[in-house]
Structure formats: C-alpha cells, structure tokens
C-alpha cells in the first residue's frame, strides 16, 4: 500500500549529482570515454576513483571476495540531507540484519543531530565478514526519529 504523504516528506534524503558519477565512471573507462558519457572534458587522472559501493546510494551493496582477508571490514560512507520541517532533529540508527548471519555491521555516529533544514550529516556503516557459508545476505539500516524512519537497504555477498 502506499503512503503519498510519506513521499513528500522523506525526512532525509541521499542527494547524488551528475559530478558524483566521474570518479565512478573514471575507475570503468578512459578519460575520453568518460568524457563522451559526461559530456564535458574529464581527465580521469586528476579524479579520485571510488567503487560502486561508495557512491552516496540510499542502498548499500558490499561484495567480500574469497580472495581478501576476511577479518578486514567494510567502510561505506554515506550523507543524508535533513529535508524535513522540523528542528533540532535526531534520527538513530537500527540495524536489521536476520539474525546468525554471516556478517556483523555497525553504524557511526550512534545518532544524526539536525538543528537545521538541508542540513547535511555523514555516518559510516563499517561491515566485517564472518564465513559461515551464505553467499548472500540481505538486511536495512533504518534511521528513526519520532514519527519518521528512513530505511536503506544493505545487500552483502561472497563470491
């Protein structure tokens, strides 16, 4: 069922510009690829490349390859903007996961404070494998305060 006044106020969003793509994009193609995708001439040796994962998505989506070291962890980086009427804010963070899963995750700052419209905060979702044998394992992080939760899904995977 849907909620249309739940969409017109999401509380926070995830904004991702046009710009945020380039050091994506530079990490899959060559500078004249690039350039021809964007539109506008990029130099992708003066762009830091970041993974798919780091892009500011509301999702988050992380792959453990049998390869790596198991006991290092994930770092996932992610901004939300407060777009919601009311301040000071704060949202905390609850993390979904089913439970005996073969991963372990946590979220920092422990709450996002909001003391004012747009504003803007980053939190960290640092994700450590356990191998258990699962290939996949799918969860949310919610961020809830009072009446609104804005949930993200997380899907990790062992290949």
Known sequence: MSNPKKAAEPGLVYDVSPGDYIGYLCGLYTSQEVSMIARQVVNCSDVTVIPESMLNYPSISVVFQQTSNQDEPVV???????????????????????????????????????????????????????????????????????????RSAITISFA
């Open 76 to 150: 996932v980086q992610r901004k939300v903007k407060n777009v919601g009427n009311k301040v000071p804010w704060v949202y905390v963070p609850m993390v979904d996961m089913p439970p005996d899963e073969d991963v372990t995750i946590d979220v920092s700052p422990r709450e996002l404070v909001f003391t004012q419209v747009n504003q803007e905060q980053s939190f960290n979702v640092t994700i450590w494998p356990r191998q258990n044998g699962a290939r996949l394992v799918q969860g949310a992080i919610r961020w809830v305060s009072g009446t609104s939760t804005v």
